[in-house]
C-alpha cells in the first residue's frame, strides 16, 4: 500500500486542479471547455456558437464578445480573429483564448478601455479554422520532427490555398472596368472548397465584418494584401514583386499598428529575415493564390491582414506566458483600429434602411456596401475625402468630408429616388461634437432589444 502523500503535496496538487492552468496547450476539448468557461464567467457579454464542421466532423467554434450577444447593433461595426488555419501553427489558437479570458476578465474588472471595447465594437474570435490538423501536429507534439505535420486539413489540403481565386477576376476589371468589391463567387464554389473553407465564408456572408486578421506562425512579421502576384513570369524565387490594394497605405497602417504595438515584431530582424518595420507586402514575400486574406477583401467589405507570430510553430508552453505578452497589446490595438474613418446610416426619402447601397470614395478604387440595417463602415487614414453613396433606382449622393486621426466621423445619406438629375454636394466638418450630433439625430442608434436583428451565424 503506498504511504499518504505529504500535506504539502496534497495542497499542491489540489491547486492545480481547481487553479487555471493559463498557459498551456489546448487540446479540442479542452479549446471547446476554455470557450465555455469564458462564457461561463461572462454571460452578458458572450456568446458561443458554432460555423460549421470540420473535415472530421469537429464544431468550428466562435466566441462571440458584445454588449448585446447575438445582435447587430446598428453602426457598430464586426470585428473577428481566425487562429490556427494551419493546424500546426498553434500560437495563435492560445493567444486567443488568452485574448478571450483576458477581455471578460477585465470587462468585469471594469477596465474602462476594455469596457469601451466591448460596447463599441462586435468581437469574433474563431480560435481554430482547422481543429483537425491541430489534433494531428498536438500528437506530435512541440518537438515534432516533420515541419507540416497537420498544417493541412484531414483531407490533406492547405486551407490557406483553398478560397475561390478573385485576384485574376479583379484585375482583369481594373483594367478593362467591372465591379472593385464584391466580386461574386463561382457558381460551383461549395464543390470547389474544404467544408473549413466552406463554412468560414458562410460566416463572412452571415455578418458584416469590418476588419479582421487570421494568425499564423512560422515568421513574425504582418503581412497584408494582395497574396497573390500579379506579375508570375518575372517571379523571383526568393522576393516576388509587390501587388497592392487600392487601400495600400491603410493596410499598412493596419499592420504598422500590429507590428509596432507587438513587443519584438517591429525591429524587423525575426527568425533569420528582416521585415522593414515587421510588416510586409504578402506578394513581395511569397506569391499565393486563393488565400483568406485576399479573399476577404474582395468578396466582402472586410480588411483583413495575415500575422505571423512566432518563429517556432508549435512553441513550447514554457513560451506561451512570454508570447502572451509580447501579443496583448497588439491584438487589443488591432481591434481598435476598425473605430476610424467614416461610419453612418443609408437611408431613402421615407427613412428606411437601404442595405446594399454602395459608397465609392473618390481615388481609391474600392467600394464598400451597406449592412442589412442600412449601416456602412468604410476604414480611411486622416484627410479630406469626397465619398458618394449610390442604390439602384436612388439619386447618388455626394459629401466632402474630412476624417480626423481619433473616433470615425458619422456620415450618414439619405438618398432620393430617382426624378430629377441635381446632385448637391454639401460639406460635412470632420470630427466636431456639433457635426457628429446633427447627423446622429436623424437616425438614433438603437439600444433596444425588442426591434434588434437576431444574428445567430450559419449553424
Ligand atoms: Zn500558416
Redo the contacts with the bound molecule.
Keep these: 500500500m503506498p504511504a499518504p502523500l505529504p500535506v504539502f503535496l496534497r495542497l499542491l496538487l489540489l491547486f492545480k486542479l481547481v487553479a487555471p492552468v493559463t498557459f498551456r496547450h489546448h487540446r479540442y476539448d479542452e479549446l471547446v471547455r476554455a470557450l465555455y468557461k469564458v462564457h461561463n464567467q461572462c454571460p452578458d457579454i458572450t456568446r458561443v456558437y458554432s460555423i460549421g464542421r470540420s473535415a472530421k466532423g469537429r464544431l468550428l467554434y466562435v466566441l462571440e464578445l458584445s454588449d448585446y450577444p447575438g445582435s447587430h447593433e446598428p453602426l457598430e461595426p464586426e470585428v473577428k480573429y481566425v487562429g490556427n488555419?494551419?493546424g500546426n501553427?498553434v500560437l495563435g489558437r492560445e493567444l486567443l483564448l488568452q485574448l478571450s479570458e483576458f477581455l471578460c476578465e477585465e470587462f468585469r474588472s471594469r477596465n474602462p478601455r476594455v469596457l469601451r471595447l466591448i460596447q463599441d465594437t462586435r468581437i469574433h474570435i474563431l480560435p481554430s479554422m482547422n481543429p483537425d490538423g491541430y489534433e494531428v501536429a498536438a500528437a506530435q507534439g512541440p518537438d515534432m520532427s516533420g515541419y507540416l505535420i497537420g498544417r493541412n486539413n484531414a483531407n490533406g489540403v492547405d486551407l490557406?490555398r483553398n478560397f475561390p481565386d478573385l485576384n485574376t477576376y479583379f484585375y482583369y476589371n481594373e483594367k478593362y472596368g467591372g465591379p472593385n468589391h464584391h466580386l461574386p463567387l463561382p457558381d460551383n464554389w461549395k464543390s470547389q472548397v474544404e467544408p473549413e473553407t466552406r463554412a468560414v465564408i458562410q460566416w463572412m456572408n452571415a455578418f458584416n465584418f469590418i476588419l479582421s486578421a487570421n494568425l499564423?506562425?512560422?515568421a513574425v512579421v504582418a503581412n497584408y494584401p494582395y497574396d497573390k502576384s500579379l506579375e508570375h513570369r518575372f517571379q523571383n524565387p526568393h522576393r516576388t514583386s509587390e501587388s497592392l490594394t487600392p487601400d495600400d497605405k491603410l493596410f499598412k497602417k493596419l499592420a504598422r499598428v500590429y507590428s509596432y504595438a507587438h513587443g519584438w515584431m517591429h525591429q524587423g530582424w525575426n527568425c533569420g529575415d528582416y521585415f522593414p518595420d515587421g510588416i510586409t507586402n504578402g506578394a513581395s514575400w511569397y506569391s499565393l493564390s486563393k488565400g483568406m486574406q485576399d479573399f476577404n477583401y474582395l468578396h466582402t467589405n472586410c480588411f483583413e491582414i495575415t500575422l505571423e507570430l512566432s518563429c517556432n510553430k508549435f512553441p513550447r508552453e514554457e513560451e506561451l506566458e512570454r508570447e502572451w505578452l509580447g501579443n496583448r497589446e497588439a491584438l487589443i490595438q488591432f481591434l481598435e483600429q476598425v473605430h476610424q474613418g467614416i461610419k453612418g446610416v443609408v437611408l431613402d426619402d421615407n427613412y428606411n434602411n437601404l442595405p446594399g447601397a454602395v459608397i465609392s470614395v473618390t481615388g481609391i478604387n474600392h467600394d464598400v456596401t451597406s449592412g442589412e440595417d442600412g449601416d456602412y463602415f468604410r476604414l480611411l487614414l486622416p484627410g479630406t475625402y469626397t465619398v458618394t453613396a449610390t442604390a439602384p433606382g436612388f439619386n447618388p449622393e455626394t459629401v466632402s468630408v474630412t476624417v480626423g486621426p481619433a473616433e470615425p466621423t458619422l456620415v450618414n445619406f439619405q438618398l432620393k429616388r430617382i426624378t430629377d438629375q441635381v446632385y448637391p454636394v454639401r460639406r460635412v466638418p470632420g470630427g466636431g461634437p456639433r457635426s457628429r450630433g446633427k447627423v446622429l439625430s436623424r437616425t438614433p442608434k438603437r439600444k433596444d432589444t425588442a426591434t434588434k436583428r437576431q444574428h445567430r451565424g450559419p449553424a
Design positions: 488555419m494551419h501553427e490557406n499564423h506562425g512560422g
